[in-house]
């Protein structure tokens, strides 16, 4: 069992920025990809970006290249979401993800563990 645990997410003006993490511990933090997912009142869960094990790969989907940026720490257990040039649209709960394995885009097949989500909120 991996247990994820949130936190960093809060209110911030469009245009600002924010930083959230995701604290894992249960196996071995480097056995995992690790991601953000992000869930809008009534839509649907998506993914947000993606991190290979170590750190030297990326994926994200076009609504957030050059605004999103994902980072690891693996002697900490620790991935972090830095958001930038934040949108109202997106406000939303945001979960941290971990997949067994290297490849970040193995976290699209569906995540092997969640963490409880930390809402973000974007003010216009």
């Known amino acids: 069992q991996v247990q994820l645990v949130e936190s960093g997410g809060g209110l911030v003006q469009a245009g600002g920025s924010l930083t959230i993490s995701c604290v894992a511990s249960?196996?071995?933090?480097?056995?995992?990809?690790m991601g953000w997912f992000r869930q809008a009142t009534g839509k649907e869960r998506e993914f947000v970006i993606g991190i290979n094990w170590s750190g030297s790969s990326i994926g994200y989907p076009s609504s957030v290249k050059g605004r999103f940026t994902i980072s690891r720490d693996n002697a900490k257990n620790t991935v972090y979401l830095q958001m930038n040039r934040l949108k109202p649209e997106d406000t939303a709960v945001y979960y941290c993800?971990?997949?067994?394995?290297?490849?970040?885009?193995?976290?699209?097949?569906?995540?092997?563990?969640w963490g409880q989500g930390t809402q973000v909120t974007v003010s216009s």
């Open positions: 249960g196996q071995t933090f480097s056995n995992y990809a």
């Open positions: 993800a971990a997949r067994y394995g290297v490849n970040w885009d193995s976290l699209e097949k569906g995540p092997d563990y």
